[in-house]
């Protein structure tokens, strides 16, 4: 199980629910630190044995500084960056940026076939199992959340054809970083790293959401922007069956 942003930035220390008969135990990321160290203590002497496994920063940005100031927060270099790849962009597509955005149930239809295409390219799809999911049960969820609006999607297109999409699932006040990813082939246009950011301006002038949650990973924005951040762990707890297996 995964704690949400807010509960890793709540004061309080989240809790774990009750263990169900038939699991072995829990796998447990983004708990808050110092907190581990405090819940392990007290899991095991509930019969859990528990360990950290892993330690990292869980990264955010504050939606509601607006982006004026995200964009005080970036280097000089980074902004530069950032122009030069729109320009460099919107060059290859004729002049222009082609950024479409699909919010609502029945955009969400269209985007998915689309993004899928792109998704099916990816290293993230190729080499770690993690692209747009395009099993009935997933889309299925995801067009519930759209219905709910809690999906923003993005496409971006050059000449009419898409090469970058990022899809983004609501949790409370913040919007996660879902699914994303690139068309290789135009690595050296960068239009992943440009739909990042004006899906990040459409998010600021929307003011629909808090945070953007970049969840346990890092994306190239979080590189760029010094987002908030908390450091969390991944936490393996495992029962008395596991421990006499």
């Known amino acids: ?3 949400s942003l807010d509960a890793v930035l709540a004061p309080t220390s989240p809790t774990l629910p009750p263990l169900p008969d038939d699991a072995d135990g829990y796998l447990v990321t983004s708990l808050p630190e ?6 392990l203590a007290g899991l095991d002497r509930h019969g859990l044995l528990a360990f950290v496994r892993q330690r990292y920063v869980r990264y955010h940005i504050d939606l509601a500084a607006g982006e004026a100031a995200w964009l005080a927060g970036l280097s000089g270099s980074a902004r530069s960056g950032i122009k030069r790849k729109a320009k460099k962009l919107a060059a290859a597509n004729g002049g222009a940026l082609d950024i479409r955005r699909y919010h609502d149930a029945a955009a969400f239809a269209d985007f998915h076939p689309l993004a899928r295409a792109v998704s099916a390219t990816t290293y993230q799809e190729k080499l770690l ?9 997933s889309v299925r969820h995801l067009e519930s959340l759209a219905a709910q609006d809690r999906v923003r999607a993005w496409l971006a297109f050059i000449a009419g054809v898409p090469v970058a999409y990022l899809c983004c699932t609501a949790d409370g006040d913040s919007l ?3 699914y994303v990813g690139h068309d290789p082939a135009h690595n050296d246009l960068s239009p992943g790293a440009v739909l990042q950011v004006e899906a990040m301006r459409a998010l600021f002038a929307e003011k629909r959401f808090a945070r953007f949650d970049f969840t346990e990973g890092k994306g190239s924005i979080s590189g760029n922007s010094r987002p908030g951040g908390r450091r969390a762990s991944m936490c393996c707890c495992c029962g008395q069956r596991w421990r006499t297996a």
């Open 34 to 39: 110092p907190m581990p160290e405090l819940m």
């Open 176 to 178: 996660c970083y879902t």
């Open 1 to 3: 199980m995964s704690f």
């Open 129 to 137: 199992g993690s692209g747009l999911p395009d099993d009935t049960a």
